[in-house]
Each structure stands twice: as structure tokens, then as C-alpha cells.
């Protein structure tokens, strides 16, 4: 069962054959591999630290993550079994009552700063914007952090993008035309939404 996102589809990708910049393929390389469930389900307990049923709470339909992207609550068991085994969250204790024992679980050292890089990394392609960017900075809030950063950072590697659409000229019109016009509208819509909620005077 896959992780939807709420309130329907993805953007679309604008860029899906575009190069990394050097400094970015090495930051990345510091960051392990993980799909957004895990991600997600990690930086919640680098945050705090939570048992299973919360977390899912946190990521169900109308909880205050799950606004944004919904994750099953058998992903995010299975989530948090993963980052056990990588070494990224422990068990630091049980709920003692008369239910079902729930085991709390807190992020490591390591795991703690494989969150806080992920957590202020920018997006690579446009259509992540609706899932993970919106994620982190939902998670951030949640934080108390200031987003600022994270957007001005989003905004440097999609301007790039931009200029290298409105460089380009659809060879014969028709459909290749209406695709490049498409890209470059949602690309457009992208950055117009950054500077809408990006802080002023900071």
C-alpha cells in the first residue's frame, strides 16, 4: 500500500531529465536512501519522541501531517520497523497501562542528523513541491523553525530550471508546444508560490 497524497493527484514533472548541480549531488550523497514514508515517520520522532499509534495519528486523514500526505498506519509500522534495523531510532521505553503496550521510540545520534539534512534540503522537481516540500515545511512549523531558509534554498535550484524552459523552442509546434508551455506554467506557478510564502525581512 503505497502513501497518497491528500487532496488528490501530483504535479506534474517539469524536468524529469534535468542534471543535478555538483553541490547538490554531493549534499545528497550524505543523505541516505529512504522512501518519504520513512522520512517522514523519522523526523516526527528526531522531533519527539512518540509510540506508533501517535505517529499514525500525526499521518492519518485529518491529522495535522496527514493534511498534506497520508501514510497508512501499516506503513508507518512498517516504517519505523525499517529504521530500527538502520539504526536510525531506538525503543526508549514502554507505556505501562491495562491496553495494549505501546513502545515509544526516539531518533538516534545518527538518526537525529540524517532528519535535520533531509529537513532542510530542497526538492529536486517541481511536482515534489506538493508532496515532500510541503511535508517538510508542515514539519518545520510544527517545530518552530523558521522556513525561510528552506524556501530561498527551493528557489535557487528551480530559477535555473525556469530560465532553461523559456531557452528552449518546441521543434514544429503542435503537441511539443503545448507540453513546453505546460511544463514552464507549472514551473512559473512554482516560484510564485514560494515568494507567497516565504517570510519578508528575514
Given amino acids: 500500500m503505497r502513501a497518497v497524497p491528500a487532496g488528490g493527484g501530483r504535479l506534474p514533472s517539469c ?14 550523497a ?10 517522514l515517520v523519522l ?5 519527539q519522541a512518540a509510540h ?18 497520508q501514510i497508512p498506519k501499516a506503513v508507518v509500522y512498517r516504517a519505523i520497523g525499517r529504521l530500527l534495523d538502520a539504526g536510525l531510532i531506538v525503543s526508549e521505553f514502554t507505556e505501562p497501562g491495562m491496553g495494549p503496550q505501546r ?7 545518527q538518526g537525529h542528523a540524517a532528519a535535520a539534512r533531509w529537513l532542510h534540503e530542497p526538492v529536486e522537481h517541481v511536482r515534489e513541491l506538493r508532496s515532500e516540500l510541503l511535508l517538510k515545511l508542515a514539519l518545520l512549523d510544527r517545530a518552530g523553525e523558521d522556513p525561510a531558509p ?14 532553461a524552459l523559456d531557452s528552449r523552442h518546441a521543434n514544429g509546434g503542435g503537441f511539443d508546444a503545448t507540453l513546453l508551455a505546460w511544463r514552464r506554467a507549472n514551473a512559473v506557478a512554482a516560484l ?5 510564502v516565504t517570510p519578508r525581512n528575514r
Fill in 150 to 163: 528552506l524556501l530561498r534554498a527551493q528557489r535557487a535550484v528551480l530559477e535555473p530550471l525556469v530560465a
Fill in 103 to 109: 513502545t515509544v521510540y526516539t531518533a538516534t545520534d
Fill in 43 to 47: 523526523t516526527i520522532l528526531s522531533q
Fill in 30 to 39: 550524505a543523505i541516505p536512501e529512504m522512501p518519504l514514508p520513512e522520512w
Fill in 52 to 69: 506508533g499509534f501517535a505517529v499514525a495519528q500525526l499521518t492519518a486523514a485529518g491529522g495535522r501531517l496527514g493534511r498534506v500526505w
Fill in 192 to 196: 510564485d508560490f514560494l515568494d507567497a
Fill in 15 to 28: 524536468f524529469m531529465n534535468a542534471q543535478q548541480p555538483a553541490g547538490r549531488a554531493r549534499r545528497a
